[in-house]
């Protein structure tokens, strides 16, 4: 019988992202060397708009920084911040993904992605990272119109999967997010290093590696 196994993308496949608190440093010095005031763009921008709006698909990535990048004082490219927003910090976690490979040899295997992403940074990934090779489907909040924290995105996303006895196993690196997931159902474990997916009883059994 084939069982979903489900991973989230930043913090679990993928180093970094711009809206995690210890890398705002990084990301507010490009901002700034883009004559962009980084603290309004943080308070204004990404926490208001781009978490309440273009998260949950309500409004384009590069419509809303039209809108509002010249309030941040920048007078340049809105494509040159949007390339910024994709790639700043934007690492493979190696070792996952090599896992994630060992995983799809597996028949019983079917392999997803769920996440928090807008429209375009969800195709980036899925295309310009290559998950599309690894992955039958990406779940994600703009094309749900709501967050990992809804009971909704749990149930759409099952929509998308084969029915199968065996409730999805799902590695997120965010505590609610693992308690959402746990109370639709789902096998869902917090993830912090590699050890978390592979020493999973289910997971470690197609990789080879039980004790």
Not at 149 to 154: P, Q, R, V
Request: net charge negative.
């Amino acid at each position: 019988m084939t069982r979903a196994v489900i991973f989230d993308v930043d913090g679990v496949l993928v180093h970094g992202y711009h809206a995690r608190p210890d890398l705002h440093e990084s990301f507010d010095d490009k901002l700034r060397a883009l004559g962009i005031n980084a603290e309004r763009f943080q308070r204004e921008f990404i926490h208001d708009i781009f978490m309440k709006r273009v998260l949950i698909g309500e409004v384009p990535m590069i419509e809303a920084l039209d809108r509002r990048l010249k309030a941040f004082g920048y007078k340049g490219s809105t494509m040159a911040v949007h390339d910024l927003w994709m790639s700043h910090d934007c690492f493979p976690n190696s070792p996952m993904i090599d896992t994630v490979r060992k995983l799809k040899a597996h028949p019983d295997v079917k392999l997803y992605l769920a996440t928090n992403q807008d429209h375009s940074r969800a195709q980036f990934l899925w295309q310009s990272l290559g998950l599309r090779d690894l992955f039958e489907d990406m779940f994600y909040s703009a094309r749900f119109g709501r967050t990992k924290a809804h009971k909704k995105f749990y149930e759409m996303a099952e929509a998308h999967m084969p029915v199968s006895d065996l409730p999805p196993i799902f590695f997120d690196d965010t505590p609610k997010v693992v308690d959402a997931a746990r109370k639709h159902g789902w096998d869902a474990v917090l993830f912090g290093t590699l050890d978390d997916c592979t020493t999973h009883p289910w997971i470690a059994e197609r990789l080879g590696t039980t004790q």
